[in-house]
C-alpha cells in the first residue's frame, strides 16, 4: 500500500476564541489525533509557578519544557502522574504560560515535541503558530478568531462552569493584554499564516465554526 501523507489542519487564533473546542471536535469526526499546544505552555508554567521558578531564568525554563513529564490520555493531561488538566486552565497559568511562551529557547524545547503528534490518520493542531511555525505545510490553516467581548463571555461562562472564579471587567482586561503579548511578541507572534482561512466565531455556535472547518477541510482535498 503506498504511504498515504499525513494530513494536518492547523488551527490558530487568541485565547478563549473558541478554538479548543472546535479543533477537537473537528479531530473527534476525522478520527485524527489532537494536539492542544496551549497546554504544553501551560504544563511548563504550571511546572515554573511550582518550582517558583524566576520569569526571567530562560534556561531553568527551557530544561522545564525540555523534560516535561506530560502525557495526555483520553481527554485528560497529566503531569508526571498527578492529572492536571483543571489546574492548567487557571488564568493565572495561562499568564504565566503567555509570558513564558516569548522566550526562544522554551519554543525551543517545545518544537520536536510538537512534531512527534503528527501521525496517521492525520492530526488537528490548535495553538497561535502551528501554521506559521510548526507545521508551515498543513493541509488547511484556519485562523479562527471572535471579538475580545465574545471571547470574555465564553471564558467566564468556562471558568464558572469549571468552579473558578470570575469577574468581566478583570477578564477583559487579561485577554486584552494577552492578546497584546501573543500578537506583539518577536518570536512566532499570533497572526493568520499564509494561505490561512479567517473565521470569525463571533456570531457563530460551536457547531457551526466545526461544521465550517470540515467543510474547507473537504475542499481542501
Ligand atoms: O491556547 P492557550 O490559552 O491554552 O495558550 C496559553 C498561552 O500559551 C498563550 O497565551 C500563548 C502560549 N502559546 C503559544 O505561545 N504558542 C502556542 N502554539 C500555543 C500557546
Redesign the pocket.
Known sequence: MPNLPISVIAIDGP?ASGKGTVAHKVADRLGFHYLD???L??LTALMAQRRATALNDEHALAKLAEHLPASFVGGEILLANENVTQAIRAEEV?NL??RI?VLPSVRQALFGLQLGFRKAPGLVAD????GTVIFPHAQLKVFLTASVEARAQRRYKQLIDKGFSANMEDLLADLQA?DER?TQRAIAPLVPAEGAFLLDTSNMTAEQAIDEVLRLYAQSK
Open positions: 485565547t499546544s496551549g497546554a505552555y501551560r495561562g504560560a503567555s511562551a495553538g497561535r503558530d502551528m494577552r501573543d
